[in-house]
């Protein structure tokens, strides 16, 4: 169904992923249970963002180059997914899913990095997101340094990234031990709307 534009894109991205019809329809498999194998879970969730943007009336790409800052000389930098408006083709947000292990406090940076580069190439840009996933009771131990890159800018292969203009939404994945296997089965998700106000400086 098409999304309401009026509603804040931050609500709007939440509604969607919360959706536990979409998850039960699309993707059952991730709550019977789904291997922890390389890239397993990072697949299957790049395919849960295509189809929560789908579903919220948009054109959601995974793996998008940001074409629009090659020009910049940072390299090749990456969304996750990346949700255009239909009509007129603009990058509307962008995301970044990364998983979570004790001392992965760099990955997660790298990661908002990216977004930030999207927020300063793209005016069209409402929003972004990062997701980071983690079995039950691990976390980040500060996300302070992470969000500072947002906000205060950063260096990438000597050249200087503005501060990010556009809102950063974070949100924790939770996924846990299915019963009697080796599997991991999706939890939740949690919306982490303290840092969301940090990265910007209104907190």
């Known amino acids: 169904m098409m999304g ?3 509603t804040s894109p931050a609500d709007l991205v939440f509604d969607g992923l919360t959706n536990r019809e979409l998850m039960v329809e699309h993707f059952p498999m991730l709550l019977s249970g789904i291997p922890d194998i390389g890239l397993t879970v990072h697949s299957h969730f790049l395919t849960v963002l295509a189809t929560a943007g789908q579903s919220q009336g948009y054109s959601a790409v995974a793996e998008c180059p940001i074409w629009w800052a090659r020009d910049n000389g940072l390299g090749d930098v990456r969304a996750d997914s990346v949700w255009f408006e239909k009509h007129s083709g603009e990058a509307s947000l962008a995301f ?8 992965d406090e760099g990955k997660l940076r790298g990661k908002v990095e990216n977004l930030a580069i ?5 005016p069209s840009l409402k929003l972004c997101v990062l997701i980071y996933w983690v079995r039950s009771g691990s976390a980040p131990r500060s996300m302070d340094a992470i969000i500072a890159t947002y906000r205060e800018g950063f260096r990438r292969r000597g050249s200087d990234v503005d501060p990010a203009r556009t809102p950063l939404m974070i949100i924790k994945c939770v996924m ?7 599997r991991l089965v999706f939890g939740e998700f949690l919306r982490d709307e303290r840092n969301e106000g940090l990265a910007l400086g209104r907190a």
């Not at 970044?96 to 001392?103: A, C, D, P, S, V």
């Not at 999207?118 to 793209?122: E, F, H, K, L, R």
């Open 118 to 122: 999207a927020s300063t190439a793209s």
């Open 96 to 103: 970044e899913f990364e998983r979570f292990e004790r001392g």
């Open 4 to 6: 309401d534009r009026s």
């Open 176 to 182: 846990r031990p299915a019963p009697d296997s080796g």
